[in-house]
């Protein structure tokens, strides 16, 4: 990866697009570039009509088993109010990220994209890497990653193994498994 690119940077970057469900704000094209620039092989998915339609992303380096998958989103809910910063300008106060986002879950994408390069700089294993980003997990989650899903099914693509960043733990941390 581009010393540039670390997830900090890319994170702010996805902040910045104030991608509010559906909407994509441009959130799928910084993920593709960070991805491309590693070698991944982009693919974009829309699915729904009109208002409702959902951009998705499915991105893979490699085409052997397994397939290690990480799921997400690049969605966010409405801003709403109690604000004491710009929501999508993403800056950093006292070693502190705000923003639109920050913690569900642009920042896990942002982490797991660097953790990926680092260890493609290691030097690739057998398998893949492969990367399922939604716009719809905050709304009705009807043309997002169920979708994506049913084509890579089709085409007879298998995630072996999948982790999601979403850090939703209604009680205690860990508690909730997606």
Known sequence: MNAALSALELARALIRCASVTPKDDGALDVLERALGGLGFR??????????DQVDNLYARLGTA?????FAGHTDVVPVGEGWTVDPFAAPVIE??????GASDMKSAI????????????????NGSISLLITGDEEG?????????LDVLKARGERI????????????????MIK
Request: hydrophobic letters at 35%; charged letters at 25%.
């Open 65 to 69: 088993s397994p397939n290690f998958c």
């Open 110 to 125: 942002a982490a797991f994209v660097e953790a990926a390069s680092r260890f493609l700089e290691a030097g690739k294993s």
């Open 160 to 175: 072996d193994a999948c982790v999601v960043g979403e850090p939703t733990n209604p009680t205690r941390l860990g508690d």
């Open 140 to 148: 009705d989650a009807v043309n997002g990653t169920r979708k994506v």
């Open 95 to 100: 070693g502190v990220l705000y923003g639109r």
């Open 42 to 51: 982009c693919e974009r998915m829309k699915f729904g009509a009109g208002a």
